[in-house]
């Protein structure tokens, strides 16, 4: 899961350990299938299959799989029908969080993500309830290596469309438009770059600081919780993660 954590957490993940990661195939098979039923199956003029893929590839999921996935969601052996829902609720203290789903039964992920909610001092609020605090933004990830000419990379981004490019430390970060997410992502590789992150997502307007010691590890029960949700594919929070942490 990386829509929780700060961009100091930039590191690709595909080298760790993670046991939680087992079911990360079959979740990223359904987000590839949504994304195809939803925009074709051509990813230059899908931007959200082409940010699966991209999801995928980072994972290490092999193409056979990626191209079983595409299949399925042009209809082509598919057993099962998802539909994409995102809830909204509040963790402790009032942190913001958003739960995007990909179902074929809602009526069994709802109840299991209201749970989770409710166990670990957050509640499931009503739609539109905390999506005002988030934008939906194009995101990748540039390393810094001594050959990257900052201005000359974001005079090269910004002229492919990106709204934005920022100094992270360790990494430049790029914000584009969710529509222009694969035309800024196609131009800069085609200029040289390589990618450490590489997705759609959530970002919080604002950061929400935790204090108290339940409601940390409370919040981090309830992300571990519902990303153990096949259903679950990614979790949003406007929590600012303590570094330690990261």
Known sequence: MSGHSKWNNIKNKKGKEDARRGRVFTKLGRYIMVAVKEGGPDPEYNPSLKAAIDKA???????????????????????????????????PSGTAVMVHCLTDNRNRTA???????????????????????????????????????????????????ADDVIDRGEAFEILTPPELYAEVRNGLEDQGYDFIKSEITYIPQNYTELTDEKDLINMEKLIDALEDNDDVQEVYTNWEMPEEDE
């Open 57 to 91: 590839k980072a994972e290490n999921m092999p193409n056979d799989n990626i191209e079983r996935a595409i299949k399925k969601g042009s209809g082509e052996g598919a057993d099962s029908v998802f539909e994409e829902i995102i809830y909204e609720g509040y963790g």
């Open 111 to 161: 109840p299991d993500v209201r749970h989770a909610f409710d166990k670990y001092g957050g509640n499931l609020g009503q739609s539109g309830c905390v999506a005002f605090m988030f934008d939906k933004k194009g995101q990748l990830g540039i390393e810094k290596t001594d050959s990257i000419d900052e201005d000359e990379l974001m005079l090269g981004a910004i002229d492919l469309g």
